[in-house]
């Protein structure tokens, strides 16, 4: 099945940077997610987008569904240690969701 | 609380013993879904199953069976384990449509020798 194109597959930066990552597809999509995977755990949702053209935030995060419908991105402002861990796009169309491979950010204090 | 609880964690087993990880959610949900978590291919659907007695085929389903006998569990059973099965499982519930975030289990990370 079609998997989503995500970058940077990781990213090392300073505490207080600015982070942005994207997903790319060929396939239209209904919906787009961001999730986080911290260390042994399982992916948390962190924001879920429905319309494209949509910008929505949460705290320091904002993501954005693309126009086309085939892409999305996520920045993090003011990135802090507790920032670190592996963030997923997932792009759904019914019940029927993709996951990108994941961006892995890690934040040096 | 709201979530999806798996068991085990973690589990090695050796190649061909039959085993089952079993998945439960308390939300009511009727779609439910397995994924593996393999380096730098992310998650890939197992099986899903968008209500009791429903279940279908996801990207990787070979070696694989799933059940759905009641709305609340979802076990992923290997019936002969082989070592390219290790790897990290995961469990998602959702409401159906639209708007169907997927919460997730913590994980079980399985190892075949």
């Known amino acids: 099945g079609q998997q989503l194109n995500q970058s940077p597959q990781s990213m090392f930066i300073q505490e207080g940077e600015d982070v942005s990552m994207n997903c790319t597809s060929s396939s239209i999509f209904n919906t787009w997610l961001w999730y986080k995977q911290d260390p042994g755990e399982g992916p948390v949702l962190l924001i879920a987008?429905?319309?494209?053209?949509e910008l929505t935030s949460n705290g320091r995060l904002t993501a954005q569904f693309g126009i086309t419908r085939k892409d999305s991105f996520l920045n993090i402002s003011a990135s802090i240690p507790s920032d670190v861990g592996i963030y997923f796009c997932?792009?759904?169309?019914?019940?029927?969701?993709?996951f990108g491979a994941g961006t892995r950010l890690t934040v040096k204090p | 609380e709201a979530q999806v609880t798996q068991n085990p964690r973690y589990l090695i087993t050796v190649t061909g013993k039959k085993l089952t990880v079993t998945c439960s959610q308390n939300m009511n949900h009727e779609y439910m879904s397995w994924y593996r978590q393999d380096p730098g291919l992310g998650l890939r659907q197992i099986y899903y199953?968008?209500?009791?007695?429903?279940?279908d085929k996801g990207d990787v389903p070979e070696g694989y069976k799933v059940s759905r006998k009641e709305k609340r569990n979802f076990p992923l059973i290997l019936e002969s384990p082989s070592p390219n099965q290790t790897s990290l499982y995961f469990c998602a519930s959702s409401f159906r449509g639209q708007r169907a975030e997927a919460f997730f289990g913590q994980g079980t990370r399985l190892t075949v020798v």
């Open positions: 997932a792009g759904q169309v019914n019940n029927d969701m993709r």
């Open positions: 987008l429905y319309k494209a053209g």
């Open positions: 199953s968008m209500n009791v007695e429903v279940t």
